[in-house]
């Protein structure tokens, strides 16, 4: 095993404990404060909502080039990528709306 592959594993580590990390501390500090959950929580099902609108609204069609190898794309995996994509599409015009809002609303004030 060189080197790189240690560092590689090394990192592939400290990921894992920044992502674990990332998903605990917020849990622990919320439970001084319970209401901070329902938030979180209200988000959560939020997307899990936006995700299967967009899910339903995917074609499933794939091209027969991507049907073979080395692809070996099916309808059910066509379609969740375009519920993604259309998932990740919303979630960015509504950033952009958040902005522009956001932006007007302190011009006006």
């Known amino acids: 095993m060189d080197s790189y592959d ?3 594993y090394v ?3 400290l990921i894992g ?3 674990v990390a990332a998903i605990l501390m917020p849990l622990v500090k919320s439970i001084d404060n319970p209401k901070s959950l329902l938030k979180i929580g209200v988000g959560v099902i939020g997307v899990a909502v ?3 609108i967009a899910y ?3 074609s499933d069609e794939v091209a027969p080039k991507y049907a073979v190898a080395p692809f070996n794309i099916t309808a059910s995996s066509s379609k969740a990528v375009g519920g993604i ?3 990740t599409y919303a979630l960015f015009l509504l950033s952009i709306v958040g902005i522009v809002a956001t932006e007007l609303n302190k ?3």
């Open 107 to 109: 011009l006006i004030k």
């Open 17 to 19: 404990l920044g992502a």
């Open 56 to 58: 339903s609204l995917a």
């Open 85 to 87: 994509l259309f998932t």
């Open 50 to 52: 936006l995700f299967f």
């Open 11 to 13: 990192g592939y580590l």
């Open 6 to 8: 240690i560092m590689l």
